[in-house]
C-alpha cells in the first residue's frame, strides 16, 4: 500500500512528527540519510509501525508514495535543505509538492519557493512549533507557499496541529515564506518572553534571596494569573527539579551561557530592514550574546567587582515583579504584532493578523492565555499597535508603574534586567508626543545639511548654522 505522505529527517522533530501523522490515520513513508536511523525509528514506533513504511533509499522512499507526491523535509536549515531539494527533483513528478518543515529562514523559502515557481514545482515552507512534545501530539503550524498547494495537505496538516477549543492550529499566512516568516517572529518573541522570565528569575534569586524552590512556587502561582503560558509553567517545572547526580536544585548546576540557533537574531534583523522597534526582543538577543561571554563577564566581574545586587528588604514585592511581567509581555507581544504587520507589505504578503494570535494560542512555545485577548484585539483593529487596543492599553496601564519599580529598583542595585528596561523604555517612548529627535534634526542639518520640518510651517527647512558640511 502507497502512503499518503512521505516524511525525510528522522531527527527528533521529525520522528516525532512521523509519529503524530501516523497516529493521526495516515499512511506514511520515512527516510533518513543515516539509515540505521530508519530501523530505530521503526522498532521504537510501536503499535503505530503498521502505518510506516520504512525505507532504505530515495528512489525507494520516492516510489512508495502516493501521488502527486507529499513530502515534508524535516532535516537542519540551510544547505541541507537545498542538498536535500537537488536530490530529490530528478526523482519526483511535476505535482509532486515538497514540503520543508524546519526552522528555515523566510529568506531561503522565499529563494526555493520562486525557484519552484520557475521549475514549475509546488513548495511549501511551513513553521513548525511546539518542541519534541508539540510535534509528537499537536504542534502549531504556519503554512507559507501557493495556497492550492496548502489546500491539498491542509486535512493533513490541521489533523496534527493542536487545537484551540476545537479549532486546529494550522493557519496558511501567505505565499512564498510566509509561514517562516511567521515562525520566525514567534521565535523572537519567545526569546523576549524567555528573557522576561529568566529576569524576574534573577530578581527572586540575587535581589530577595530566593531558592530555586521558591521561584518555582512563584511561577506556578503566576501560571494561574493572567501570565498563565507554558513558558511560565515549564519555568515553575524547572526552578522545582532537582539534580539526580548532586541533589542541588538543577538551576544552580547548569552553566549561564544561553545557546541559539539563530530565529532570534533574523527577527531583529528583520525588524531593521523595516524600521520596526522591537527593542524588548533586541534586547533578549543581546541578552544571549552576553550570556555566551561568559569570560568577559567573568573578568569584568573581576575588574569592576559585583554590584550589591541584593534589594534591601520589601524594596520589591512579588507583586511588583508579576505585574511588571505583565507590562513587559504586553510591549514584547506589541512589538512582535507590530513588525508582522509592517513586514507583510514588504514581501507582497497580507499576513492575517488575528489568526496569527489565534494559531499561537496553543501547541506553540508561547502559548498563553493572553494571545486569546490579542487575537479578539487584532480582530477589532488589526493594524492597530496592540497597546492602543483597550483592553490592553487598561492592562497596561494599571502595570507600568510596577514595571518602573522593579527597572528601577533593579537599576539602583546593580540586577541587570535589559529587557524589562527595554520595554519600560519603549512604553515611555510611546506616550511622549513631543520626543528629542529635534535636536537629531538639528545635528543632521548641521553637518549634513539634510533639513528639517518645522513645528509652525509646512516645508524643508535649514537653520541658521550656515550650510553644514
Ligand atoms: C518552537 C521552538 C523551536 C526550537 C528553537 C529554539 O517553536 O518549537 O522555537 O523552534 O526550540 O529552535 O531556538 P534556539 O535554539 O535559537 O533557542
Redesign the pocket.
Known amino acids: 500500500e502507497r502512503s499518503e505522505i512521505g516524511l525525510i529527517g528522522l531527527g527528533t522533530m521529525g520522528a516525532a512528527l512521523s509519529l503524530n501523522i501516523a497516529e493521526k490515520g495516515f499512511r506514511i513513508s520515512v527516510f533518513n540519510r543515516t539509515v540505521s536511523k530508519v530501523d530505530t525509528f521503526l522498532s521504537d514506533s510501536g503499535p503505530l509501525a503498521k502505518r510506516i513504511s520504512p525505507t532504505r533509499s530515495l528512489e525507494e522512499f520516492v516510489t512508495s508514495l502516493k501521488v502527486p507526491r507529499a513530502i515534508v523535509l524535516m532535516v537542519p536549515a540551510g544547505d541541507p535543505v537545498d542538498a536535500q531539494i537537488a536530490a530529490l527533483r530528478p526523482l519526483l513528478d511535476p505535482d509532486d509538492l515538497i514540503i520543508d518543515a524546519g ?1 528555515a529562514n523566510f529568506h531561503d523559502t522565499n529563494r526555493r519557493a520562486a525557484q519552484a515557481v520557475d521549475d514549475g514545482v509546488p513548495y511549501l515552507g511551513i513553521g513548525v ?3 519534541e512534545d ?1 510535534a509528537r501530539h499537536g504542534p502549531s503550524i504556519m503554512g507559507g507557499g501557493d495556497r492550492a498547494h496548502w489546500d491539498r495537505v491542509a486535512h493533513i496538516l490541521e489533523a496534527i496541529s493542536a487545537r484551540y477549543e476545537g479549532q486546529p492550529c494550522a493557519t496558511w499566512m501567505g505565499e512564498g515564506g510566509a509561514g517562516h516568516f511567521v515562525k520566525t517572529v ?2 523572537g518573541i ?1 526569546y523576549a518572553d524567555m528573557q522576561l522570565i529568566a529576569e524576574t528569575y534573577g530578581v527572586m534569586r540575587d535581589g530577595m534571596g530566593m531558592p530555586a524552590a521558591a521561584c518555582a512556587d512563584v511561577f506556578a502561582s503566576w501560571n494561574q494569573g493572567p501570565l498563565q503560558s507554558y513558558l511560565v509553567e515549564i519555568a515553575a517545572e524547572v526552578s522545582a527539579a532537582t539534580d539526580p547526580a548532586t541533589g542541588a536544585p538543577m538551576l544552580d548546576v547548569i552553566l549561564d551561557r544561553a ?6 537574531r533574523w527577527t531583529v534583523i528583520e525588524s531593521q530592514q523595516v524600521g520596526a522597534p522591537v527593542p524588548v526582543i533586541e534586547a533578549a538577543v543581546a541578552a544571549r550574546n552576553l550570556s555566551a561571554a561568559l569570560e568577559t563577564r567573568r573578568a569584568g566581574e573581576a575588574l569592576f567587582g559585583a554590584a550589591s545586587r541584593r534589594l534591601p528588604d520589601a524594596a520589591l514585592s512579588l507583586d511588583d515583579l508579576e505585574a511588571a511581567m505583565i507590562a513587559g509581555k504586553v510591549m514584547c507581544y506589541a512589538q512582535g504584532f507590530d513588525l508582522l504587520a509592517r513586514t507583510g507589505t514588504q514581501y507582497g504578503w497580507t499576513l492575517p493578523m488575528p489568526e496569527i494570535a489565534e494559531v499561537w494560542r496553543e501547541g ?2 508561547i502559548r498563553s492565555a493572553m494571545l486569546n485577548d490579542m487575537a479578539g484585539a487584532l480582530r477589532t483593529d488589526p493594524d492597530r499597535n496592540l497597546l492602543f487596543a483597550p483592553y490592553f492599553a487598561d492592562l497596561v496601564s494599571r502595570h507600568h508603574t510596577a514595571l518602573r519599580k522593579v527597572a528601577a529598583t533593579a537599576a539602583t542595585h546593580g540586577l541587570p534586567v535589559p529587557a524589562l528596561s527595554a520595554a519600560l523604555g519603549y512604553f515611555d517612548s510611546i506616550r511622549t508626543a513631543r520626543s528629542t529627535a529635534n535636536m537629531i534634526q538639528a545635528q543632521r542639518d548641521f553637518f549634513g545639511a539634510h533639513g528639517f520640518e518645522r513645528i509652525d510651517a509646512e516645508g524643508q527647512h535649514h537653520g541658521p548654522w550656515g550650510g553644514g558640511g
Open positions: 526552522n512549533s511546539g518542541g508539540g514567534h521565535n519567545e545557546g541559539q540557533k539563530g530565529t532570534g506553540c512555545i
